[in-house]
């Protein structure tokens, strides 16, 4: 079945770098659109960065553009988020989102902790 499974959250200081890992399987991974979405304490869920099957479509919020660098690895199965310049309103539970022609699938999710 399709598993997608995000890695590399924890805690990192004001200013600080991330990069969040998502691997997917059980399915085509080359030819699906992938996403990163994140979910602050009593928000709802905000698409952050998008790339096409190809990594030639790519597109972000406004509030992590600039910040974010959003690429995927097709051979390894992967999508990566790279975060620099961290800020405290980044903090948040990341999901990665894999999107088939059977529906949308999410990851379980990696908490990103920025203290203000």
């Known amino acids: 079945q399709v598993q997608l499974v995000e890695s590399g959250g924890g805690l990192v200081q004001p200013g600080g770098s991330l990069r969040l890992s998502c691997v997917g399987s059980g399915f085509t991974f080359s030819t699906n659109t992938m996403r990163w979405y994140r979910q602050a304490p009593g928000k709802e869920r905000e698409l952050v960065a998008h790339i096409s099957s190809s990594g030639l479509n790519i597109n972000y919020s406004d509030s992590v553009k600039g910040r974010f660098t959003i690429s995927r690895d097709n051979a390894k199965n992967t999508v990566y988020l790279q975060m620099n310049s961290m800020k405290p309103e980044d903090t948040a539970v990341y999901y990665c989102?894999?999107?088939?022609?059977?529906?949308?699938?999410w990851g379980q999710g990696t908490q990103v902790t920025v203290p203000s």
């Open positions: 989102s894999g999107i088939l022609s059977s529906g949308q699938y």
